[in-house]
């Protein structure tokens, strides 16, 4: 079975200041991996996508995130917040077939200026 | 390019009565979804199509969801009753292939209310 656990549901940073969104996953074999971020009023949109490549990722707007497998983790990064980082972010996993999503229960990020 | 185009944006019903959404997804898109996502929750398959034929709809509650992509291009998501706990986002999603999820494209979805 496959599944993420989003660790935080909420999260607050000022802006300048590294962001962290905290991902574990459980699979049974080796998994892909995706950050989406939901802007409100707006649609889905893929910020970054593992798929046992390199095993450091980079993304759209600066973000990246680190696949370990010892640790299970696809946590994302991020060196300075902006205000326009305010926003719902999911951790994803994918089958084996890379045919459905498994969605996380996402972060709410928060920009403090 | 234009991205996955659904409506409407808002309804607002009361249980019982029925509701339909549409999504057209990206042209060539041979894959659509859609999901269901709850106020607080992440987003949940409802239904996976490639081309006309549906690839996956076990978490569909097929006693009143029901849904269609009769010519391979755009689809409709239909509700017949809605109960309270239909209140969700609905999400129409398309990828080129569903070889190649993570490359999903969303539409803005639409929001449901039941009241």
């Known amino acids: 079975a496959q599944s993420v656990t989003q660790l935080d549901s909420h999260v607050s940073v000022s802006e300048g200041t590294p962001v962290l969104l905290r991902c574990n996953y459980s699979?049974?074999?080796?998994?892909?991996l995706f950050w989406y971020v939901q802007h409100p009023n707006k649609g889905l949109q893929l910020l970054l996508k593992?798929?046992?490549?390199?095993?450091l990722v980079k993304g759209i707007n600066g973000f990246e995130a680190e696949f370990k497998k010892s640790e299970t983790s696809f946590h994302l990064t991020k060196p300075s917040a902006h205000m326009s980082d305010a926003a719902e972010y999911f951790c994803?996993?994918?089958?084996?077939?890379?045919?459905?999503?498994?969605f996380g229960t996402g972060t709410s990020l928060t920009v403090i200026p | 390019e234009a991205g996955v185009a659904q409506s409407p944006r808002y309804k607002i019903i009361e249980k019982r009565q029925s509701v339909a959404f549409w999504c057209n997804p990206i042209?060539?898109?041979?894959?659509l979804y859609w999901y269901q996502q709850i106020l607080g929750q992440g987003p949940k398959l409802l239904i996976q199509?490639?081309?006309?034929?549906?690839?996956?709809d076990s978490q569909l509650p097929k006693d009143r969801f029901s849904a269609e992509r009769l010519k391979g291009v755009d689809s409709t998501l239909k509700i017949q009753p809605a109960k309270l706990e239909d209140s969700a986002v609905y999400l129409c999603?398309?990828?080129?292939?569903?070889?190649?999820?993570?490359?999903?494209?969303f539409g803005q979805g639409t929001r449901l209310t039941v009241v």
């Open positions: 999603a398309s990828s080129l292939s569903f070889m190649r999820v993570g490359e999903a494209f």
């Open positions: 699979s049974s074999y080796s998994p892909s």
């Open positions: 593992y798929t046992s490549a390199a095993t």
């Open positions: 994803v996993v994918t089958t084996n077939t890379g045919n459905q999503f498994y």
């Open positions: 042209s060539g898109h041979a894959t």
């Open positions: 199509f490639q081309n006309n034929g549906v690839v996956d």
